[in-house]
């Protein structure tokens, strides 16, 4: 059974850092693309973030650019996102999802071409 669990969400203080864990299992990750979504109370579910499989090559949203780093392990069939120095406005229920194609620049973020995904994990970014 193809699964993806999140973990690592909490509260934090504005200009923390959290790192979430997307494990993969019922599959290998050596084959699957990986996108960070987050979906904020009233807001859509917005691309935060993905890694490609076979050249890791990495995307951001805007709003993360410079401070959000993703990273993939595939012997623990684990990807990574650390957050760092966190905004309020980074609050929301972070979610990964798995994709067996490789997305570009512009379509990484669309939610439609994924095709698993985790139950997400709340970020509280709050003082």
């Known amino acids: 059974q193809v699964q993806l669990v999140e973990s690592g969400g909490g509260l934090v203080q504005p200009g923390g850092s959290l790192r979430l864990s997307c494990a993969a299992s019922?599959?290998?990750?050596?084959?699957?693309?990986i996108g960070w979504f987050r979906q904020a109370p009233g807001k859509e579910r917005e691309g935060v973030s993905y890694?490609?499989?076979?050249?890791?090559?990495?995307y951001y949203a805007d709003s993360v650019k410079g401070r959000f780093t993703i990273s993939r392990d595939n012997v623990r069939n684990t990807v990574y996102l650390q957050m760092n120095s966190l905004k309020p406005e980074d609050t929301a229920v972070y979610y990964c999802?798995?994709?067996?194609?490789?997305?570009?620049?512009?379509?990484?973020?669309?939610?439609?071409?994924?095709?698993?995904w985790g139950q997400g994990t709340q970020v509280t970014v709050s003082s």
């Open positions: 999802a798995a994709t067996r194609l490789l997305w570009g620049p512009f379509t990484w973020y669309s939610r439609v071409n994924y095709d698993y």
């Open positions: 019922g599959f290998t990750l050596d084959y699957s693309a």
């Open positions: 890694i490609g499989n076979s050249d890791s090559r990495a």
